[in-house]
């Protein structure tokens, strides 16, 4: 884009509020996007006839709002082009803004993906290996459609290392004694612009959730790669196999902390995997690392991206379960008993951060099996995170951890009870809760809330292959058992703001 910008074209760009408080965001979420673009303006400046309209000293409240300021200052201005947003609501409210000030609207397909909307929607529509027998679209087959299209670890028309995936020798806990000693993620200290915007977000945004205090992420190009150096020299390595593991105090572990710099394209997923590739490479990380890491980019990224602009017109009201619970007011404070949830929640708070088994296994597991209405618990993570875009959060919140689009995204709901918490953490260690009980005071609420979801849910899952082995366990329950937990379940939620 910024090579096809010329002298005299007109360039608009806005911090407007409503993208702020659409969603109640975490002031880290706010300073970070508002200081990348300050940061960007200040190449584009000389480049281009460029507004910028800075957050506090304008009266728009809308991006469209301001455009339609600018066309009115120059009614010249024949074309409006932007690049696809990543969110459809915006989307709709710019064509709409084009509508309505009689100006053709050029969207420019976004260049910093690997699979275009078109190509996605080609393969999605006549890919010969698209889906399970369920004809829903499945992330495995996508992705080695990917690795074919794209050659990435691929050696003639094979994966390199003979298999698509090394998940056999990932995704292990630390167990009771810990992890090795964690290496420090490099973190950006905040230069002048940066200082400025956390000024103008604490002034306009007070209430708002979160802290600034940590602030410490890439807002530059060259810091984002900083970034991913330091990830592919010091983590990479061991990043399958802690991928999905937890530990108390321990926010980042092996993880990239990359992922706000791709959404916000101060780093190009080609530049990450091709790093990624470079280290398998030159010896200094495993295969099994690269390809956990790359199945990430290559395979769930811009599966997600494909899944959110099919579905695009489903995202605002999707609710397959029915879930209607108000979500709980401690996700927005952190201030549960429930030491993983609490963790999981308080860290996000500080950093705006948490890996992607917190999101999905805690408090994704959480919403889903307690029935948390999805659009409540979509919003919530679309306010809290530094990477949060719609086009990415609302597949994996409503898609992947609630289960809202029913099966056309997962095979079968990510529930686990707090055995699996247990297994992947020491949260349970400092936890009011006992991960193996069911009933009572002591009882874990994941693991209560497990067993009472397969038992709420039996008419839909029970013929499911991928939950056979749960059912068969439930099936091991006397009618006892099962009834106290249903009547345990029902006392649990109806305490469940002071859980
Ligand atoms: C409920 C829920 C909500 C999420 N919301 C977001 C979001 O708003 N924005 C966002 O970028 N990611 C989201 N994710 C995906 C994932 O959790 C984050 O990308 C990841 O935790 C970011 O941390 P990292 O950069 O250290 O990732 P790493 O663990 O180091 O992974 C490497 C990269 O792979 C990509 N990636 C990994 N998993 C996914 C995935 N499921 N979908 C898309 N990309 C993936 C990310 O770009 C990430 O940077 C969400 C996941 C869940 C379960
Ligand atoms: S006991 Fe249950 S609630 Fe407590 S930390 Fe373990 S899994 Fe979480």
Request: aromatic share 12%; hydrophobic share 45%; with cysteine.
């Amino acid at each position: 884009m910024l090579a096809e910008v010329q002298q005299d074209d007109h360039v608009l760009m806005v911090e407007a509020a409503e993208e702020a408080t659409h969603v109640w965001s975490h002031k880290a979420r706010i300073v970070l996007f508002l200081s990348a673009m300050r940061h960007f303006a200040e190449r584009w400046n000389s480049r281009c006839q460029l507004s910028y309209f800075q957050i506090g000293a304008h009266p728009f409240s809308s991006i469209p709002d301001a455009i339609a300021h600018v066309i009115g200052q120059h009614p010249d201005i024949e074309t409006i082009r932007f690049i696809e947003p990543g969110d459809a609501r915006l989307l709709n409210a710019l064509l709409a803004a084009g509508n309505r000030l009689k100006r053709p609207m050029d969207v420019i397909p976004d260049p910093h993906f690997l699979c275009s909307l078109e190509a996605f929607e080609t393969w999605a529509t006549q890919g010969k290996h698209r889906s399970d027998v369920t004809h829903n679209l499945r992330m495995e087959f996508f992705y080695r459609w990917m690795r074919r299209r794209t050659g990435v670890l691929m050696q003639d028309d094979q994966p390199v290392g003979g298999q698509w995936n090394f998940d056999a020798e990932n995704r292990s806990g630390f167990g009771a004694g810990g992890p090795p000693t964690v290496p420090e993620p490099q973190r950006f200290t905040p230069d002048d612009i940066t200082r400025a915007v956390m000024q103008d977000v604490e002034r306009l945004f007070p209430a708002h959730p979160g802290s600034l205090i940590d602030f410490a992420w890439p807002v530059t190009q060259q810091d984002a790669r900083t970034a991913l150096g330091d990830f592919i020299r010091h983590r990479l390595p061991a990043f399958g196999q802690w991928q999905d593991a937890m530990w108390r105090d321990e926010p980042f572990l092996w993880h990239s902390l990359i992922s706000a710099a791709m959404n916000l394209k101060l780093l190009d997923p080609r530049d990450v995997i091709a790093a990624a590739e470079a280290a398998l490479l030159a010896g200094t990380a495993p295969l099994a690392a690269v390809e956990g890491f790359i199945r990430q980019i290559l395979g769930w990224r811009e599966f997600v991206r494909g899944v959110y602009w099919r579905h695009a017109a489903a995202w605002p009201s999707t609710n397959a379960l029915n879930a209607t619970r108000s979500l709980p007011a401690w996700y927005w404070t952190g201030q549960t008993h429930a030491a993983c949830l609490s963790a999981a929640i308080s860290q996000t708070l500080q950093h705006g951060y948490a890996h992607h088994i917190q999101r999905l296994m805690v408090t994704g597991n959480f919403a889903l099996l307690a029935g948390l209405a999805p659009r409540e618990v979509a919003d919530w993570y679309l306010a809290v995170y530094v990477d949060a875009v719609a086009w990415v959060e609302e597949p994996n919140t409503l898609g992947m951890a609630l289960f809202a689009l029913g099966g056309r995204m997962t095979s079968k709901p990510y529930i686990a009870s707090g055995a699996y918490i247990k297994r992947m953490s020491n949260y349970c260690k400092s936890c009011a809760y006992r991960p193996e009980v069911r009933t009572g005071p002591k009882a874990c609420p994941f693991t209560t809330l497990y067993w009472d979801f397969l038992m709420r849910h039996e008419a839909r899952f029970r013929s499911n292959p991928r939950m056979a082995m749960a059912y068969k366990n439930l099936d091991r329950m006397d009618a006892e058992e099962r009834m106290a937990i249903r009547e345990w379940a029902i006392v649990r939620m109806d305490q469940i703001e002071s859980l």
